[in-house]
């Protein structure tokens, strides 16, 4: 064989494994994390992601390119050897040099071979561009724009279980929780979170702190306790359980002097909480009742209550129970 026609083979031959590899490397890379890996500022994806914006101009750009020099090497073994022979030959140059082995290839190392290779891809679309945009401009106009890829909540919470899981990830088990708690907690409510009226401790704001109400109090060990007064749906105040330290129980103090009048929060049953958390951190409420249309107590949401649910995790109080 004349060792120009060789070389010829040769260079058509990886040029066909050049476009067959980049057709399918560059398509596997999603275009919304190239953009994101852009915006972070990772040099690569800012170089890949240039050519991989084109969309159908590169992938028209690529195939044309493909086929050319698909159809040019088989022309070259033609002219050198019997048509059968020709035709086993060229199939198997090409399928196995030409697109087995790059595919594997670029299908592994896509971002690596993209970034070495962007300045040929854009040299190749710069050439063929009169040939390659007008089936571009069709396929944009009759396919539409390429859509960004959007994960769903419980396709996210798959992604920080896979990156938490795996030994190579920066993602630790308690960020993992806190990642999972917020993306459900907005899907909660309030009634799903609160503190049952049956179970509340409330207290008449007539009360008096003798010594058997406080040692009540701090056996109950709550740091926040509702205070009512015509009835325990009424709830005007909160009593901070902190505040009654160096009370004097032969003073016969009542609650009514002691606990902190607010304006209270009036939420629904089927309140979310990421809407609830919102409104407490307005008004810089810390609790909130929960109440149905007839105005019945349902129960009782704290701040503590919300967060828990983001961290995933029981707040304990330094010198409390849990609250």
């Not at 509340?200 to 109090?217: A, C, G, N, S």
């Not at 810390?286 to 704290?302: D, P, Q």
Request: aromatic fraction near 6%.
């Amino acid at each position: 064989m004349d060792p120009y026609i060789g070389l010829s083979l040769f260079t058509l031959i990886a040029f066909s494994a050049l476009f067959s590899g980049l057709t399918l490397g560059l398509y596997s890379l999603d275009k919304t994390e190239l953009e994101r890996k852009t915006q972070l500022g990772d040099k690569r994806a800012e170089r890949v992601f240039r050519i991989r914006k084109r969309g159908n101009l590169l992938l028209v750009s690529l195939l044309l390119g493909n086929v050319a020099v698909n159809s040019a090497a088989s022309i070259i073994l033609g002219s050198v050897a019997s048509g059968v022979v020709a035709g086993f030959v060229a199939t198997g140059l090409i399928v196995i040099f030409g697109e087995i082995i790059p595919q594997a290839v670029c299908a592994r190392y896509a971002m690596i071979v993209g970034y070495k290779t962007a300045w040929l891809v854009e040299l190749i679309m710069f050439i063929l561009y009169p040939v390659a945009k007008p089936l571009a401009w069709v396929l944009d106009n009759v396919l539409g724009e390429e859509l960004r890829t959007i994960w769903s909540k419980r396709e996210l919470e798959h992604i920080i279980r896979m990156h938490e899981d795996d030994p190579r990830s920066n993602v630790d088990e308690d960020e993992e929780r806190i990642l999972l708690g917020a993306l459900r907690f907005s899907d909660k409510t309030a009634e799903q979170v609160m503190t049952p009226k049956k179970d509340m401790f409330e207290i008449q704001k007539k009360t008096v702190l003798d010594q058997r109400q406080l040692h009540q109090i701090r056996e109950i060990g709550f740091t926040r306790i509702p205070v009512y007064a015509r009835d325990k749906n009424d709830i005007v105040g909160i009593l901070y359980a902190k505040d009654l330290i160096g009370v004097d129980p032969d003073n016969q103090e009542t609650v009514e002097k002691m606990m902190r009048t607010y304006q209270m929060i009036h939420v629904s049953p089927n309140r979310r909480l990421d809407s609830l958390l919102n409104m407490m951190i307005v008004r810089h409420a810390h609790m909130a009742m929960v109440r149905e249309k007839s105005g019945r107590l349902l129960g009782i949401v704290t701040m503590e209550d919300v967060v828990e649910e983001i961290i995933g995790r029981e707040i304990i109080d330094e010198d409390d129970d849990v609250i």
